[in-house]
């Protein structure tokens, strides 16, 4: 076959036209890959996040990076925003202003399947068992009944019976609300203050279920004003204060985490320390 003359013109120009920036194009065509690469292992990321509420800034220009399979604290005091950060996270309020991605894409309410979230007061039915709760959420979702004996071990509410869920104790109702959030099968698990109010023994059981799902493959959004709970649980932190994200980074030393908190917020009254 012959070849053209005027194509090898047409490449000889385009190279003379090329080779001055190669070093250029090589230098942003290698930094977009890594853009691309680091985006993908972040499971959640967020750009300049913001909310306001009647003028005042609750969430102010929040940029989150939270690894894939891992556990990531949001520590702060009361009034500090992580509860408006996180619906935000969840689609339960509308960001001011900023991005959210997941999974290295812009967020959509579509993720929301694969987000699972315990906001607050856990969303039960107090007049049916813990496995009427979830039947009426699996109806919906079209979730199997072994999926639903399936989160009911999980949470450890398998032996739970007729008792209804209105008779549970508050680590009880902690534990369905997680079951419920677990159902979809979620990549995401969102947790605001999940363990205030509960006894001694219900906060090592949340513990111990907190730190085995990233071995699932769920990576664990969890936000508390108690530093030894996140201490020991979570592998990255991120600090706010007045709404603004003033640290984020792993976990510091055992030990470390209250001299950095106390650094990061100002003095102990201020931190609102645990």
């Known amino acids: 076959m012959r070849s053209n003359p005027q194509y090898h013109g047409y490449q000889n120009i385009l190279q003379k036209a ?3 920036y190669k070093n250029f194009i090589f230098t942003l065509y290698n930094n977009l890959v890594k853009e691309v690469i680091v ?11 913001s909310k306001a509420f009647r003028g005042r800034e609750a969430v102010r220009s929040v940029s989150l990076e939270v690894p894939e399979a891992c556990v990531y604290g949001i520590l702060g005091p009361n009034g500090a925003g992580k509860s408006t950060l996180l619906k935000m ?3 339960i309020m509308r960001p001011a202003g900023g991005k959210i991605y997941f999974q290295g894409k812009e967020w959509t309410r579509k993720n ?6 315990l906001i607050e007061t856990p969303p039960v039915y107090e007049n049916l068992t813990a496995r009427e709760n979830l039947e009426v959420r699996a109806v919906l979702l079209g979730i199997s009944e072994r999926k639903m004996e399936e989160v009911l071990f999980t949470v450890g509410l398998s032996d739970t019976g007729k008792k209804r869920a209105g008779e549970f104790s508050l680590g009880m109702k902690q534990r369905l609300g997680i079951a419920i959030a677990l ?15 509960l006894d001694p023994v219900a906060i090592r059981e949340f513990r111990e279920m907190i730190c085995r799902f990233p071995q699932e493959g769920i990576t664990v959004v969890v936000s508390s004003h108690i530093l030894s709970e996140i201490e020991q649980t979570a592998d990255y932190i991120g600090i706010l204060s007045e709404g603004v994200l003033r640290y984020q980074g792993e976990m510091p030393p055992a030990g470390h985490l209250e001299e950095l908190f106390i650094q990061t917020i100002g003095n102990k009254k201020e931190a609102g320390i645990c």
């Open 112 to 117: 929301l399947s694969d987000i699972g979230a």
């Open 183 to 197: 159902l979809n099968e979620p990549k995401l698990l969102v947790l605001d203050e999940p363990v205030n109010g």
């Open 89 to 91: 996270l969840t689609g």
């Open 39 to 49: 985006m993908y292992e972040m499971i959640l990321k967020t750009e300049n996040l």
């Open 18 to 20: 090329v080779y001055p």
